[in-house]
């Protein structure tokens, strides 16, 4: 993961003591200094390094704060410092060899303005210890004159008397070490442990967790379109209500949310989510019915049509409109899907049903992404459990209609459940946790990491079928699903892309 992708999937996990607006917008100046060059880079860098300097005062003059949220601040301030550390490094890269003092030397810019902040941003005094002492990186040792460059002991000496003299603050917590005795020595372990673990999430390394997290949402997704099928027990019909499904499901999720948060949705939040909550309650009721006229691989990969719809509807509603490239994939996945619903197996009234019911659901999920990444940002205070358990709680009322408006027939026969089997009850537990590991996956990695998951789940469900159903696989079905598949890595991809400067 690149350290842009980074400070935003961790920049949502310090609410509602620090915004994600609080942090360095590390894309951002990054466009500038590719596109702009240095002179408008140095302003952008410099009121970022002035608004990280302000919020870090301002909280450190709060007697109120815990300890948790003191080490909070410690974490926000070595996560911006690095960030700054490393635009400032892509710029004297950029800038290559310039001429200091007669000679051609790489440009110091990065290694001065480090020992900037290290002065301008010292660490809370009572978390402070030798262990925890935050040294200057390798790269800092880097020349500012031709005496540092002839003797690399030297160097790493004045790195260190540069980061002592400017934190003098830390000097005095080493006597305070020696003084306090054991207990002191163990409150300081730990604070040390945990910034260590930290900073072995700033290696940028996918650790055992997160990466089975993935594997585990990429079998759920894989296999939810057969499951949903499999659940009709080999009949041309669903035998349920689908909207009881997706509405259990809400109430389920909208209890653990309050549950885990501590805290109860209210009136308000939920009527500002509900054009949310109504929008997800057809997708995912539509995403079964669908499954009526169109087997389980046709639905998943008509689905990556969200990914086109979501690209298209940023750059007419938001502000963060896709780039060349990400244009360019989302034209190779729409080729894709339509020569997949062309060659793909069944034809006439019962297909052109199913992928209208497909459309239809996908457009009310782009919608609902789309309405729901400005409201977030309007609501920065409210955590992210307490958001998926208010979205819910919005969810419920439509799936309430749905049952007695479309099936009153079978409600008023048999009641909410009838037609529900186990596997009914395990499609129900497997969307729940397929929701809030969706979730998950936003807040450590991305949104668009999400959608290539998606996208590559198109060869899990299509490979699944063939094994569960016993049906032929298809050179050319295989293509065009890695060519969807290819398309979305390039959507990713393409993120992070911006043109060089003429």
């Not at 951002?28 to 300097?53: P, Q």
């Not at 005496?147 to 002592?164: E, G, L, T, Y």
């Not at 502000?319 to 034209?331: G, I, R, S, T, Y």
């Not at 996956?441 to 299509?462: L, N, P, R």
């Amino acid at each position: 993961m690149k350290y842009g992708e980074y400070v935003r999937s961790v920049s949502g996990n310090y609410m509602p003591l620090l915004a994600p607006s609080d942090f360095v917008q590390y894309d951002e100046l990054k466009t500038i200094l590719l596109r702009d060059g240095a002179e408008l880079f140095y302003n952008a860098w410099e009121e970022s390094f002035v608004n990280l300097c302000s919020k870090v005062k301002e909280l450190s003059a709060d007697s109120a704060l815990t300890k948790d949220q003191r080490d909070t601040l410690i974490e926000f301030q070595y996560i911006n410092r690095e960030a700054l550390r490393k635009l400032m490094k892509k710029h004297d890269k950029q800038l290559g060899l310039i001429d200091i003092e007669g000679g051609l030397r790489p440009s110091p810019q990065q290694a001065i303005r480090t020992r900037m902040m290290d002065c301008a941003l010292p660490l809370l005094q009572e978390h402070l210890s030798s262990a925890t002492r935050l040294r200057v990186t390798p790269d800092i040792e880097n020349a500012l004159s031709p005496s540092n460059v002839s003797s690399p002991s030297r160097r790493r000496a004045k790195s260190r008397d540069i980061m002592d003299s400017c934190h003098p603050i830390q000097q005095a917590s080493q006597a305070a070490l020696a003084t306090h005795g054991p207990d002191t020595q163990g409150a300081d372990a730990t604070q040390a442990s945990r910034l260590r673990r930290h900073m072995d999430k700033l290696k940028m390394e996918v650790p055992l967790a997160p990466a089975l997290g993935i594997s585990v949402f990429f079998l759920l997704v894989s296999f939810q379109p057969i499951l949903a099928d499999l659940t009709k027990g080999g009949a041309g019909q669903i035998p349920y209500i689908e909207a009881t499904v997706i509405g259990g499901e809400a109430v389920v999720s909208c209890f653990l949310g309050m549950a885990l948060s501590r805290s109860l949705v209210t009136p308000r939040n939920v009527l500002r989510y509900s054009p949310v909550g109504v929008l997800r309650a057809v997708e995912d009721t539509l995403s079964i019915v669908c499954l009526n006229y169109i087997d389980p691989s046709l639905y998943a990969t008509l689905a990556q049509s969200r990914l086109v719809l979501t690209g298209i509807g940023a750059w007419l509603f938001l502000k963060k409109a896709p780039n060349k490239l990400q244009f360019e994939a989302m034209a190779t996945i729409t080729l894709g899907l339509v020569a997949f619903s062309h060659s793909y197996g069944g034809s006439g009234d019962s297909k052109a049903i199913g992928i209208l019911m497909v459309a239809v659901a996908v457009v009310c999920k782009v919608a609902a992404s789309i309405y729901l990444d400005k409201i977030l940002k309007e609501d920065g205070e409210l955590s992210v459990i307490l958001q998926s358990a208010t979205i819910s709680a919005g969810t419920i009322v439509p799936t309430v209609l749905y049952s007695f408006l479309v099936d009153w027939d079978r409600l008023s026969s048999g009641g909410p459940f009838v037609g529900w089997s186990g596997l009914t009850a395990i499609l129900l537990a497997k969307i729940l946790l397929k929701n809030w590991l969706s979730n998950v996956i936003v807040k450590q990695f991305s949104a668009v990491v999400k959608y290539v998951i998606y996208a590559v789940a198109v060869a899990g469900t299509y490979f699944l079928q063939r094994v569960l159903y016993q049906e032929e696989v298809t050179l050319l079905a295989v293509v065009i699903i890695a060519i969807i598949v290819h398309g979305a890595y390039c959507y990713a991809d393409g993120k992070s892309w911006v043109p060089k400067p003429e």
